[in-house]
C-alpha cells in the first residue's frame, strides 16, 4: 500500500529525517512512535507532499508519488489528519464535511455519520465552537470524505481527556474495521499499543525499532530508550 523508501527531508537547511523508511501493508494499521520533536510530523508531512523529501521516494500502490501536491494524494486515496484540528471554524459541522465532497466517493456524509453518531447529532454546530474532541472526530470524519484506502493519523488523542480518547480509539478500529490502512504517529505507547498491528520507533529523524506490537510490548529496554513508558 506506502512504501516510504529512504527519504532524507529538510527544513530549509536543517536536516530532519535521515534515511526514513517504512511500510504500511493493505488493512494494517501501523504505528510511527517517538518522543517529542522525534520526526512523527516531519514524516507525515514528507508524504503527503506538504515538506517532500530531497532523497528517497515515496511510493502508494506501486505509483512513485514523492512530492505530489497534497489535494492530488487526497484524491488519489490518501487522507490526512494534521496534528493540528484544524476545522473551518465559521462553517458547521455538516458543511465541512460538504465542501470536501469529491461526486466519485465512495464515502458520502451519511456513511460518515454512520460511523461517527455523535458527529451527527451536531451537524448544525459551528465547528468553531467544538471541543477539541470533536473537533478531532470532525477532521477524521473529513478526511474520510475523500474515501481513503490509506489514513495518516498524527497524534489524534494528544491532549484529549481520556473518555475522549477511550471513543476516539474505538472509531479507529472502527475504520480499520472499514479495511482502511492506517499510520498513526503517537507518543503514548500504551494507548497505540490497543490499535496497532506492527510499530516503527523513530528517534532523532532515524528509525531505531520495527517489530509487531507484541514484540514492542515485550521489548522493555527499546521502551524505556526511546519512548515514555
Ligand atoms: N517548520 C519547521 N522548521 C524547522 N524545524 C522544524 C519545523 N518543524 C519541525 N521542526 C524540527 O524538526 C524536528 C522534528 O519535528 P517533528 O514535528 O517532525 O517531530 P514530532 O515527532 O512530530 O514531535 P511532536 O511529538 O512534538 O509532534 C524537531 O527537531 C523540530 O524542532
Ligand atoms: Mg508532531
Redesign the pocket.
Same mark, same amino acid.
Given at each position: 500500500m506506502l512504501d516510504v523508501a529512504s527519504i532524507h527531508t529538510y527544513? =530549509?537547511l *536543517?536536516h530532519?529525517l535521515f534515511d526514513v523508511s517504512l511500510k504500511v501493508d493493505k488493512g494494517e494499521v501501523v504505528g510511527l512512535l517517538?518522543r517529542? =520533536?522525534? =520526526?512523527? *510530523?516531519?514524516t507525515m508531512r514528507s508524504i503527503m507532499g506538504l515538506t517532500p523529501p530531497r532523497e528517497g521516494k515515496i511510493i502508494f500502490k506501486g505509483e512513485d508519488i514523492t512530492g505530489e501536491k497534497p489535494f492530488k494524494l487526497f484524491r488519489k486515496g490518501i487522507g490526512y489528519v494534521p496534528?493540528d484540528r484544524r476545522v473551518f471554524a465559521d462553517l458547521s459541522v455538516d458543511d465541512n464535511l460538504e465542501i470536501v465532497y469529491q461526486r466519485d466517493s465512495k464515502w458520502s456524509k451519511q456513511r460518515v455519520y454512520e460511523l461517527f453518531p455523535a458527529l451527527e447529532e451536531i451537524k448544525s454546530r459551528r465547528a468553531g465552537n467544538l471541543s477539541g474532541g470533536e473537533q478531532q472526530m470532525l477532521t477524521i470524519a473529513r478526511a474520510l470524505m475523500g474515501s481513503p484506502e490509506l489514513l495518516l493519523l498524527d497524534?489524534p488523542t494528544e491532549g484529549l481527556a481520556p473518555l475522549i480518547v477511550r471513543d476516539l480509539e474505538e472509531q479507529i478500529l472502527k475504520l480499520k474495521k472499514a479495511g482502511i490502512s492506517i499510520l498513526l *504517529?503517537e507518543?503514548n505507547i500504551k494507548s497505540a499499543l490497543k490499535l496497532i498491528d506492527r510499530a516503527y520507533i523513530i528517534d532523532n =529523524?532515524r528509525i531505531r525499532y520495527e517489530g509487531t506490537a507484541s514484540e514492542l510490548d515485550a521489548n522493555e529496554e527499546v521502551k524505556k530508550r526511546y519512548l515514555m513508558v
Open positions: 527544513y =530549509g *536543517s530532519i517517538g517529542n =520533536g522525534a =520526526g512523527k *510530523s516531519t496534528d497524534e *504517529s507518543q =529523524g
